[in-house]
């Protein structure tokens, strides 16, 4: 993607309905008149057609300060969010002087970016969001700053920021811990230098799922260190941090082993931890970042384990494929081990999906071996009798395309073990 060839462009990421320009949008001149309205829906339809003229490519001076007197302190809160995208778009710096531009093209000094008077206005707006006493309106506020790259914008809001980790409301406090990690990813040294030791201190008090997730993700990114210490500290309660937490903790195993294998010994104990949680996403992803660190028997069984168990417990086609796939991608380097849960993957044959049922099939006819060929066979004729009882039975569903599935798997095993073609005869006429 090509780099926003203005501050409207790199700033734009939302969308607003079209409602506004229909029959054209108003002049500036009209728009600087309705904002001045009582009437919280008129200043409402004026802003997006602010907005929209904005993005369009007009300058719209005057309406920068309209919006500051007449719309920054409203309590209505559709205007509040119509102001932060405002803020958005809105230019923010004063446009250089000729003699500038010239000065900077022929070799002399760049130019300095200079705030607009009016910015200080809403700076200090700003600041009253994030100490309003009502904590959805500090927490939209901070959830706005996320997405200000400005200095000198962010620079005077961060006191205030820091102070919101404090709150007594867990929606101001894991919104706030976003606010400083987007600052210190954008201007650490500058702007908040401590921000990665605020953090450590916060996460080590919090109790709230949300906003620890927000920390660790914080510390995962800007001090992985303190993240492993963190993550050393707590390894026996990760099962009772969430989900989040649980699928951050994952990616920075992937992360520290990838860049240093001695550091698998840290993570070992968590990962098998997460192989047996409630939630499929997190034991899918454990057992696949186990794979992806270790080899060993017991590293791939337990991992085997856990696809198996999704597969039998997952109603998701799409999930069931996933998993399937993952199991048939082990079979390549560990199909003795494969071999031992051959029963288990059988147990998919359940699912009234036929292309789940074919694709059951293709990994299991992968693993059949003259020890376990009979076990198969008697598990395949079952399945086949099933589909000639009545109707209403919940394979008939499958129909003959399944019934042809199992016989071709059927034969497929009589012609690579002997052994077992007499038992199939009758069933395969």
């Given amino acids: 993607m090509s780099t926003a060839a203005n501050s409207n462009e790199s700033y734009c990421t939302f969308t607003l309905a079209s409602d506004v320009t229909a029959g054209g949008l108003p002049s500036e001149e009209e728009i600087a008149k309705q904002l001045e309205s009582n ?13 929209m003229a904005m993005l369009g490519g007009e300058a719209m001076p005057r309406i920068l300060m309209q919006v500051i007197r007449f719309c920054i302190n409203s309590d209505d809160k559709p205007l509040k969010k119509l102001c932060m995208l405002y803020w958005e778009v809105v230019p923010k710096y004063q446009e250089p002087t000729s003699d500038e531009v010239l000065r900077a093209a022929s070799g002399g000094t760049t130019v300095a970016r200079k705030l607009l008077p009016e910015m200080i206005l809403v700076c ?10 009502n904590e959805y309106v500090r927490g939209s506020m901070l959830r706005f700053l996320c997405k200000v790259k400005d200095e000198e914008i962010l620079g005077p809001l961060i006191p205030s920021i820091k102070a919101c ?62 993240a492993i210490q963190f993550l050393a500290k707590n390894l026996d309660d990760v099962a009772k941090f969430g989900d989040g937490f649980a699928l951050l903790v994952l990616d920075l195993t992937r992360k520290a082993c990838r860049r240093d294998p001695n550091q ?23 057992a696949w970042t186990l794979i992806s660190l270790s080899n060993s028997p017991t590293a791939v069984r337990a991992a085997a384990v856990t696809y198996t168990n999704l597969l039998n417990s997952q109603n998701d086609n799409n999930v069931m494929m996933i998993v399937l796939e993952r199991l048939e991608q082990l079979q390549k380097k560990h199909s003795k081990i494969l071999q031992e849960l051959l029963q288990d993957i059988l147990r998919a044959l359940s699912s009234p999906n036929p292309d789940i049922c074919k694709k059951v099939l293709e990994v299991a006819m992968t693993l059949v071996t003259s020890k376990n060929v009979a076990e198969v066979v008697t598990t395949l004729k079952r399945e086949v009798s099933k589909t000639t009882q009545e109707s209403s039975d919940s394979s008939e569903d499958k129909g003959k395309v399944y019934r042809n599935m199992l016989i071709s798997a059927i034969h497929g095993c009589a012609v690579r073990f002997p052994d077992v073609a007499e038992s199939v005869v009758h069933t395969l006429m």
């Fill in 39 to 51: 009437d919280p829906k008129t200043k409402q339809h004026a802003l997006k057609a602010a907005i």
């Fill in 124 to 133: 200090n707006a700003l600041m009253n969001d994030l100490n309003h006493p």
């Fill in 264 to 286: 698998k010994s840290r993570f070992v104990r968590v990962l098998f931890q997460m192989l047996g949680s409630d939630s499929a996403a997190v034991s899918y992803e454990a």
């Fill in 165 to 226: 980790l404090q709150h007594r409301h867990q929606y101001v406090r894991k919104n706030a811990v976003l606010a400083v990690f987007h600052a210190h990813r954008i201007h650490g040294e500058t702007l908040i230098p401590d921000g990665p030791e605020l953090v450590d201190a916060f996460i080590q008090a919090e109790t709230d799922v949300g906003a620890r997730r927000n920390a660790f993700l914080m510390l995962y990114n800007e001090s992985e260190e303190l």
